[in-house]
């Protein structure tokens, strides 16, 4: 035997024996004949290759594909079918009494099975949504330095910079990326200035894009711009994974963030989609503004909540047969969700031939500082036209005794605001008040859905931004709506990378929000469900996203050349596959090849001699 075999393979055991205890192994039909040593010089695919996140199919792996890919014996005999192996994680899953353990659990399944996790999250999505999106992933957020354990995206510091290009390309798979999702983490949720715990968000949001819309995680790229934060809590925590610093600020931050999005088109290419996450009101609007002739972005704080929140109230239209024109709407919060629900209401409205004062006279807006008034001082340009001629007054419970609004939306991240008096002003008012309660984590809901339907006597159409159990009431069951992010955001990436649009334009979120009010039936519209079950985001996700797809070919956004009756085939061939393939090369047949020509005059003596 070489040297070469002996390093390889090593000396067998049937090398060493004796002829003897050979010849009576060979005489005895009740012991196993030992093989003979195989003569394959045998090319491993790396073990590494083989177990990586993308390639791991843990126990589906088949017996063939063990042997052959030479893992066989690095784990049990058992193969598992796809419904033993979601069994066996749902059993894991359900077995930890905390919503955080869960978290955990989820986050250790996906480094290690990225297909098996997505599996178990689309098959899932009830249970797995309020786990790795809100509310819990929030609370994961603020412990996120425990739960770290390893890469996960980007982080570019506030010392990085004239480096930022070089950074995202050290990213692995930086010639896939097609779309990133970045956030500073400046106002995570209703929680405040999370610093580089933020990651937590973008982390979740990107894999929302795989679980609802099957968009490939290979493209996407979560990021998380450490400038330091301003929550001196995390300074101290010895588990922090940020800087611990002061914020940068002014002109020197948004430098910062002028650098990063050039270094993200030039790595990347200019037709990356930058989808901005939790930075705080002020300068999500200003980068908003600023690069909207520049990207292709979006902040899914201002516009995805701006589609979701239209498309409820466009549900309570189709409610209550009343047009929102003629609905007094009442915002209790001035950031970011709320400026963006009332800009894209406005242009609903302005849609339908009225003038931006008339479409403006009946939405009221209500902050810490009272009723939005014209005789403020320093109101932001895009409120100006909601602030009212009328007497100041500080007191939520009096404005709603003033205007009655027939709907009320709270994004204050103030647990309670919504009292008893509010809630029943409302419901002696109008038959069916509307009640949006949208500040997450569930603990900063404006009120719970409980309380919304005892406090109107069940005439109440109530939804939060996080999903609130069913409450009986004088013998019924109602089920609050949850006006959840996921029924936009996904569908609006999907359609953008589908076509390869330039821009995001306002209109596309005006029709996300018109598809989102018609999805529920009619039937469970007049049971006051004005949005689509959680369960059923995928669905959501592929209807709207098809319908602006279509729409951003047919109004010259798109650089894709897909026509739109194109557009289902497309995405369809093109969404990422749940299930497993083959690990193995595809074989097939060849017919005999003719001899090369110095050689078949030899084969041909070589005939004759026999």
Known sequence: ???????????????????????????????????????????????????????????????????????????????????????????????????????????????????????????????????????????????????????????????????????????????????????????????????????????????????????????????????????????????????????????????????????????????????????????????????????????????????????????????????????????????????????????????????????????YFYDQDGVLTTTRKSIPDILCVFAKNMKETKSLETLVEQVKPSIIMGATSAPGLFSEKIIRTMAASHERPGIFAFSNPTIKSECTAEQAYKFSDGKAIFSAGSPFPPVEFNGKRLTPGQANNCFAFPALVLATMTVLATRMPDEIFLLAAHELAEFPTNEEIQSGRIYPLVKQANEVAYKIGVKVAKFLIENGYAKRTLEPEDVEEYIEKNSYKLTYGSSLAETWAYPKMKPHPSTAGHENKDQKKK
């Open 1 to 363: 035997m070489s040297l070469f075999r002996l390093l390889n393979f090593g000396i067998t055991r049937g090398a060493s024996m004796s002829k003897t205890h050979q010849s009576n192994c060979e005489c005895s039909p009740n012991l196993i004949k030992i093989r003979p040593f195989s003569s394959h010089d045998t090319i491993r695919v790396p073990i590494e290759v083989v177990f990586s996140d993308k390639c791991n199919k843990a126990l589906a792996f088949t017996l063939e594909e063990r042997q052959r890919l030479c893992i066989h014996g690095l784990m049990p005999a058992c193969v598992r079918t796809y419904d033993e192996q979601m069994l066996a994680i749902e059993s894991n899953f359900h077995s930890f009494e905390s919503n955080v353990s869960r978290y955990r659990y989820l986050r250790a399944l996906r480094q290690g099975y990225e297909r098996l996790y997505f599996q178990f999250v689309s098959k899932n999505v009830n249970a797995v949504l309020p786990i790795i999106y809100t509310p819990t992933v929030g609370l994961a957020c603020t412990v996120y330095g425990m739960l770290y354990r390893g890469m996960t995206g980007i982080h570019i510091t506030k010392h990085d910079r004239g480096h930022m290009q070089q950074i995202l390309s050290n990213w692995p798979m930086r010639k896939s990326v097609k779309a990133i999702c970045v956030t500073d983490g400046q106002r995570i949720l209703g929680l405040g200035d999370l610093g580089a715990n933020g990651m937590g968000i973008a982390v979740g949001k990107m894999e929302l894009y795989t679980a609802l819309a099957g968009i490939p995680p290979s493209m996407l790229l979560p990021i998380c711009l450490d400038v330091g934060t301003n929550n001196k809590a995390l300074h101290e925590d010895p588990l922090y994974i940020g800087l611990r610093d002061e914020r940068l600020k002014g002109d020197e931050y948004v430098c910062f963030v002028d650098e990063f999005m050039e270094a993200v088109v030039s790595t990347f290419g200019d037709q990356t989609l930058i989808h901005f996450e939790d930075f705080a009101t002020p300068n999500a609007f200003m980068f908003l503004n600023r690069y909207q002739n520049c990207y292709c972005h979006f902040n899914d704080d201002i516009q995805g909540t701006a589609a979701v929140g239209l498309g409820g109230l466009l549900g309570i239209q189709r409610i209550t047969k009343k047009p929102l024109e003629e609905h007094v709407i009442l915002f209790a919060g001035a950031g970011s969700a709320a400026m963006g629900i009332a800009y894209l209401l406005k242009m609903e409205l302005m849609s339908r031939g009225l003038s931006e004062a008339d479409a403006a006279k009946n939405i």
